[in-house]
């Protein structure tokens, strides 16, 4: 019986730590990302993209002329003139709250939304670098409806 509770412990243990691993190496991977843009970007930070009900970290880049989120399974970017609206909210678009230390930027492009969450600090950097914009016309906040 005890070779059985201290295998599960074991177990237990072990994926723990797998999990909190893996973790460590994600941040890691979106840190080079980040440093790969920095050179040639206006603005590098972290955020967590939103698809549904998952939050996928990932590095975000603003240049010129283009907007880039990506991290080891996605390279993903818009052309800034592709970007029909930019709006940064409290809440994601289902209406689902976000913590605190949080704020959320909004994109739309074509009909589609993309969503990431970014801790407040910089949120203010990409608002100052890619204001609130609705269909062309400048905004100063946007909220969700």
């Known amino acids: 019986m005890l ?12 994926a723990v730590l797998t999990v909190w691993y ?13 440093d790969k843009r920095r050179g040639t970007s206006k603005l590098v930070t972290r955020a967590d993209f939103v698809e549904g009900a998952e939050q996928i970290p990932v590095a975000l880049a603003l240049t010129e002329d283009t907007f880039y ?6 390279e993903a970017s818009f052309e800034l003139g592709r970007i029909d609206e930019v709006e940064y909210d409290d809440e994601l678009v289902t209406g689902r709250t ?9 994109m739309r492009s074509h009909g589609a939304a993309f969503e990431f969450v970014l801790d407040k600090a910089d ?23």
């Open 98 to 106: 976000i913590d605190d230390a949080c704020r959320v930027m909004r």
């Open 22 to 34: 893996l973790r460590l190496r994600q941040r890691d991977i979106i840190g080079a990302l980040l």
């Open 3 to 14: 070779e059985v509770a201290a295998t599960v412990a074991g177990v237990v243990v072990v």
């Open 69 to 74: 989120y990506e991290n080891l399974d996605m």
């Open 123 to 145: 949120c203010a950097k990409w608002m100052a670098a890619l204001p609130a914009k609705t269909f062309g016309n400048v905004a100063t906040t946007a909220h969700a409806v």
